[in-house]
T-cell receptor, first 112, second 113 residues
């Protein structure tokens, strides 16, 4: 497996609080992605990055922001968590456009 | 943007039989089509992929076929085994964009003993 580490692995938080999820990779991959996975919806793209400080929105970006200050780190922030953001969040990386995508182990987030 | 439809959502087969999962995509510029397997509580893992210049690819008991004209691709698993039980996702890459893969909603494959 590619060297992708997500932290934390599990988190429980309250509605209205900010939450930051971290993705760290050791593959020197240029492209990094945040997906959320919900029953019946598969994997949906939240935000992605195509280089340091270069990010863009995905399909379900409302309520989320991202930052990438180093090649190896991609942070996902829920500015004010809501119950609808309870989900499993996966980080993924790729070495190039239209290349293999490798996933981290996921973060289970519960917003109460 | 790209839209990927996947069928069926659940597939139950007897151990030893074959399983087929089908996907369609909307963007004719898509040129990369991977399949992922996800076991309960685990990360999705790539099991096979195909590019648009190839019609079929095999790896032991699994194969993928691609029909560019019809914009559909399929996963075939032969001689199914209990360890094949998982959720399978198809995906398509939107022809050179940096926004990664668009996934189907998944197929829960159940192997009956």
């Amino acid at each position: 497996d590619a060297g992708i580490t997500q932290s934390p692995r599990h988190k429980v938080t309250e509605t209205g609080t900010p939450v930051t999820l971290r993705c760290h990779q050791t593959e020197n991959h240029r492209y990094m992605y945040w997906y959320r996975q919900d029953p019946g919806h598969g994997l949906r793209l939240i935000h992605y990055s195509y280089g340091v400080k270069d990010t863009d929105k995905g399909e379900v970006s409302d309520g989320y922001s991202v930052s990438r200050s180093k090649t190896e780190d991609f942070l996902l922030t829920l500015e004010s968590a809501t119950s609808s953001q309870t989900s499993v969040y996966f980080c993924a990386t790729s070495g190039g456009v239209d290349e293999k995508l490798f996933f981290g182990s996921g973060t289970q987030l519960s917003v109460l | 943007g790209e839209n990927v439809e996947q069928h069926p959502s659940t597939l139950s087969v007897q151990e030893g039989d074959s399983a087929v999962i089908k996907c369609t995509y909307s963007d004719s510029a898509s040129n990369y089509f991977p399949w992922y397997k996800q076991e309960l509580g685990k990360r999705p893992q790539l099991i096979i992929d195909i590019r648009s210049n190839v019609g079929e690819k095999k790896d032991q008991r699994i194969a993928v076929t691609l029909n560019k004209t019809a914009k559909h691709f399929s996963l075939h698993i032969t001689e199914t085994q209990p360890e094949d039980s998982a959720v399978y996702f198809c995906a398509a890459s939107g022809g050179g964009g940096a926004d990664g893969l668009t996934f189907g909603k998944g197929t829960h494959l159940i192997i009956q003993p």
